[in-house]
Antibody, heavy 125, light 106 residues
Framework: QVQLQESGPGLVKPSQTLSLTCTVS??????????WSWIRQHPGKGLEWIGY???????YYNPSLRSRVTISIGTSKRQFSLKMSSVTAADTAVYYC?????????????????WGQGTLVTVSS | DIQMTQSPSSLSASVGDRVTITCQAS??????LNWYQQKPGKAPNLLIY???NLETGVPSRFSGSGSGTDFTFTISSLQPEDIATYYC????????FGQGTKLEIK
């Protein structure tokens, strides 16, 4: 059973960089028809996809956040990370990491099948 | 950007009721539409993928239909454990979610 767990500071000052790590257990980031995504949810609001990374290092970001976001894979191949620069109060949200599957039994699909529990990041001085 | 519009934003129903939520895409997305359930304080959980395919382990009272721009999510007989917020999500062009439908028991 794949499990994902977010970790990182719960409080970040405005204009600084938010850094989160997602640790994957019960599986590896390497190979397979999976992307590894970050998604956030503003308090009491809906969900916003931030971006994903493939095990090869290929990334794809939400255009609205692209200039401030970097997603990378850790050397252990069991972690991937999110960095978001120049944060403001508008970046206060619960941040989720998730596995994204793109093929099931030879059929193309695209959905988020495993999620971390989420971590609240508050941007405040 | 593809915008996803869900309706209603909230609804109240009785146990045993048939519940329907709609999701409209701002452009044709074929069947590239998933549905998730989110309970308070928890991560979303996939229920339906590709508009009408039930994820393994999900009760058969949940179903989805539609293609193009108009989609429907149905709970055939509402159970107390179905209290949650439901989101549609398109993956035709990037990934965007509907604003959610909060379901309560009457």
């Amino acid at each position: 059973q794949v499990q994902l767990q977010e970790s990182g500071p719960g409080l970040v000052k405005p204009s600084q960089t938010l850094s989160l790590t997602c640790t994957v257990s019960g599986g590896s980031i390497s190979g397979g028809a999976y992307y590894w995504s970050w998604i956030r949810q503003h308090p009491g609001k809906g969900l916003e996809w931030i971006g994903y990374i493939y095990y090869s290092g290929t990334t794809y970001y939400n255009p609205s956040l692209r200039s401030r976001v970097t997603i990378s894979i850790g050397t252990s191949k069991r972690q991937f990370s999110l960095k978001m620069s120049s944060v403001t109060a508008a970046d206060t949200a619960v941040y989720y990491c998730a596995r994204q599957i793109t093929m099931v039994r030879g059929v193309n699909v695209d959905y988020f099948d495993y999620w971390g529990q989420g971590t609240l990041v508050t941007v405040s001085s | 950007d593809i915008q996803m519009t869900q309706s209603p934003s909230s609804l109240s129903a009785s146990v045993g009721d048939r519940v329907t939520i709609t999701c409209q895409a701002s452009q044709d997305i074929s069947n590239h539409l998933n549905w998730y359930q989110q309970k308070p304080g928890k991560a979303p959980n996939l229920l339906i993928y590709d508009a009408s395919n039930l994820e393994t382990g999900v009760p058969s009272r949940f179903s989805g239909s539609g293609s193009g721009t108009d989609f429907t999510f149905t709970i055939s007989s509402l159970q107390p454990e179905d209290i949650a917020t439901y989101y549609c999500q398109q993956y035709d062009n990037q990934y965007t979610f509907g604003q959610g439908t909060k379901l309560e028991i009457k």
